[in-house]
């Protein structure tokens, strides 16, 4: 059974900072793709970030502001995501998901996910 637990959510005053982790019960994790993926209240699921088995990266429009990276450490079998200048707009909970889709984007492609952590930006 897969797993998949994320921490390092919580409340931030607007222009602050977050480091969400996502830790994988996976065997052959590095052969993986990763994705961030969050919901704010009301809304559909929608792509944050995601990183291919070979480290290939892909940002949303607003992520690939700079503001958020992606990153995983495969010896450690945990993802990552540095959420900087953090806006109230990115008040969501994050989830994290494992998979090889055929579209990283895609959130239906990917087979496994975490049970999110909350991020709450204040105003």
């Known amino acids: 059974q897969v797993q998949l637990v994320e921490s390092g959510g919580g409340l931030v005053q607007a222009g602050g900072s977050l480091r969400l982790s996502c830790a994988a019960s996976?065997?052959?994790?590095?052969?993986?793709?990763m994705g961030w993926f969050r919901q704010a209240p009301g809304k559909e699921r929608e792509f944050v970030a995601g990183i291919s088995w070979s480290g290939s990266v892909t940002y949303s429009l607003d992520a690939a502001k700079g503001r958020f990276t992606i990153s995983r450490d495969n010896a450690k079998k945990t993802l990552y995501l540095q959420m900087n200048s953090l806006k109230p707009e990115d008040t969501a909970v994050y989830y994290c998901a494992v998979g090889r889709p055929r579209s990283v984007i895609t959130s239906r492609e990917y087979d496994y996910w975490g049970q999110g952590t909350q991020v709450t930006v204040s105003s």
């Open positions: 996976l065997r052959t994790f590095s052969s993986y793709t």
